[in-house]
C-alpha cells in the first residue's frame, strides 16, 4: 500500500456536509460524481495529499444508506492507494484478509476499487484502490 488516498466519510445530505467541510477545510469540494452502481452521490476534498470523500445514499438499500441507519454519519472507510487493486486482492487474500468483493469494481474518481471485510480489520471498512488503467 502505497498512502491513505482517501477518508470515507457517510452524511445524510451531501449539500449541507460540502457546506460544512469547505468551511472545515477552507477549500471547495474539486468533484462530485454519481455512483448509480453503489447508490452514492460522491463529493470529494484535497486536503494535502489526501482527499476526503463524502457519501451521500442515493438508494434506501445501499452500503451507505444501511450504515447511516445502523451508526449515524460518520466515518465510514479508509483507502489506501496501490499500484494494481487486483494485484492487491490477491495479496490480501494470501495474508488471510476477507475480501467483500473478489474482484475490482469501478468506482468514484475513476478508481478501480475493492473492500475488505471490517471483521478481518479490526472492525475497519478498508478499501483498495488504484487509477483505472486506460
Known sequence: MNKIEHIGIAVKDIEAS????????NTQPYKTEEVESEGVITSFFMVGDTKIELLQATKPESAIAKFI?????????IAFGVDDAAEEIKRLKI??????HEATKNGA?????AFAHPKSTNGVLIE???????
Open 18 to 25: 460540502n457546506l460544512l467541510f469547505s468551511k472545515l477545510l
Open 69 to 77: 441507519e445502523k451508526k449515524g454519519e460518520g466515518i465510514h472507510h
Open 95 to 100: 495474508e488471510g484478509i476477507e475480501m467483500i
Open 109 to 113: 474518481d475513476n478508481k478501480s476499487i
Open 128 to 134: 483498495v484502490c488504484s487509477d483505472i488503467k486506460q
